[in-house]
Each structure stands twice: as structure tokens, then as C-alpha cells.
């Protein structure tokens, strides 16, 4: 026992990786029922691994689901699938994402006031995130709101090129808008995936590209390298404050796996 809990605390040492990993157990292509998503969500939780942000991500369509379990989350993250925001004044959610109405902009909904009308909805402590593509250059966001970005998903048109992801990533570094990110991280590394025909983005890339636009470099070497020894030591030679920097705007990414993310990052040689 003595041995995992050492390993696991050497995660606090690089800040790069605390709390990047959001809970998405119910969401494709893992797609778990709710008593087996709590129960991994729950022993992740006991864990205590740091890795982890213990955010359970939840539908709003699946709250009811939810309640009718014993475990509750000591976090919850509710993704709208729904008309409006359902009542969620009995659990510890902290963050709310939403998605815009097909065939409109973010650029509209700030215009006429609907982001500041749902964000008026939701309780002080709750910060409102928008999912928009990674071409959306948008500013004057209010304060608690950010944006969230898809990375991948079901099927091969999902997966942004690098070239667009770096430029989302440049525009929010620029306007110091915080960001998360969803879907098709499966890995640390890039790499190939045949069942799909697309280059799947990593999340070490993913981490270490914010990091290159912190510093005013481009991201995009950074998010189409498979040089996995050069993204290590990248890795490794972050300075702190950059480090601090690039977490602060990229809070944390949804995987279906929480296992997964912390078994690469031991394999690297990163933890």
C-alpha cells in the first residue's frame, strides 16, 4: 500500500496535472450505467488521486437518475441536454455547460443577452461554460463564463485539425478566457486511430500546446508532435509560472476513462 500512495503524491509535484481529468464515465464510448459510473466515480473519489478534479459529469436529462442513487458526488458538472436548467439546488454542482441552438453564434447569444440571462440563473459559485467550435473568436465574455471545446468524437468530421485547435487555444490565452475541453482525448499522445481514419489528439499535447501559447510560441508543433520522448522533456522543462499560467486557462478535460490518464502519465515517466 505504501508504494501507490507515494506515487500518487508525486503528482502534486508537477502542476501541469493536478486536477485535469473530469469524470465523463456516463457519456460514449464508455458509456456506463449510472450505479457503475458512481461506483468507479466513488472509489476514484476514495482514491484521492490528485490527477482526478473528482467532478462527476452528469446530463441534465439524468439527474433523476442521479438521486435515486445512495453515492452522491462530492462534484458535479451538469451538461445541458435539456430546454432549460433543471433545479439542482440539492447538489454540490460547480459547473454548468451548455451548447448553443444549432446554425447559431456565440457572437448572437451575447448580443441579445442570453449568456448573461442563464447566467443570472445559476448561483454565484457556479461558473457557466459555452461549447462552441474552435473557430469561434468571440470577446467580452462575462466573468464566470468560459468556453468548451470538442476535440474528437463518434465519427472523423469531430476531430478539429491541429491548425484550428491552435488558433482557439492562441485566442483564449490572448483574451484570458478559461477553457475546457471534451471528447476524442483519449490518450496523452497523439496518435493514429484506423477504427476512424483521424489522428486522435492527446491530451499532453493538448496541455503542452496552452503552455507554448502562454509563452508566445505557436501551439500547433506542440499538438501535432508524436515525438513522445520530445513531449516528455517539454513536459518536464515547463516553468512553474507558465505551468500555473496554462492551467488557469485550460481548467480541465472530460474523459469516459479516468484509469486511463493516469496509467500514461506513469508510463511516461511523468508522475
Known amino acids: 500500500m505504501r508504494g501507490p500512495r507515494l506515487r ?122 459555452v461549447e462552441v467550435t474552435p473557430e469561434t473568436h468571440v470577446g467580452g465574455l462575462p466573468e464566470r463564463v468560459g468556453l468548451k471545446v470538442r476535440c474528437g468524437g463518434m465519427t472523423p468530421d469531430a476531430f478539429p485539425p491541429a491548425e484550428h485547435l491552435g488558433t482557439f487555444i492562441r485566442y ?30 492527446g491530451f499532453l499535447n493538448l496541455v503542452l500546446g496552452v503552455c507554448e501559447a502562454v509563452e508566445r510560441r505557436d501551439p500547433v508543433p506542440a499538438l501535432r508532435s508524436t515525438d513522445v520522448g520530445g513531449l516528455v522533456r517539454m513536459a518536464q522543462a515547463v516553468p512553474e509560472q507558465t505551468a500555473k499560467r496554462a492551467r488557469d486557462l485550460l481548467v480541465s478535460y472530460g474523459s469516459c476513462s479516468t484509469h486511463t490518464p493516469i496509467e500514461d502519465l506513469r508510463t511516461l515517466g511523468i508522475l
Open 8 to 129: 500518487l503524491d508525486l503528482v502534486a509535484m508537477n502542476p501541469l496535472f493536478e486536477r485535469l481529468v473530469d469524470d465523463a464515465g456516463l457519456f460514449p464510448p464508455t458509456s456506463l450505467h449510472m450505479d457503475e459510473a458512481l461506483a468507479r466515480h466513488r472509489r476514484d473519489q476514495e482514491s484521492g488521486n490528485p490527477v482526478l478534479t473528482h467532478r462527476f459529469l452528469c446530463p441534465a436529462s439524468r439527474l433523476a437518475g442521479l438521486r435515486r442513487e445512495s453515492f452522491v458526488p462530492e462534484r458535479i458538472g451538469l451538461i445541458v441536454d435539456t430546454e432549460e436548467i433543471p433545479d439542482f439546488s440539492d447538489l454540490p454542482v460547480d459547473f454548468v455547460e451548455v451548447r448553443l441552438p444549432p446554425h447559431t453564434g456565440l457572437a448572437e447569444h451575447l448580443a441579445s443577452g442570453d449568456v448573461e440571462r442563464t447566467l443570472a440563473k445559476l448561483p454565484p459559485h457556479v461558473r457557466l461554460f
Open 172 to 201: 483564449c490565452v490572448d483574451h484570458d478566457i478559461p477553457f475546457k475541453a471534451t471528447a476524442g482525448l483519449h490518450h496523452a499522445v497523439r496518435h493514429f486511430d484506423p477504427s476512424l481514419g483521424v489522428d486522435r489528439h
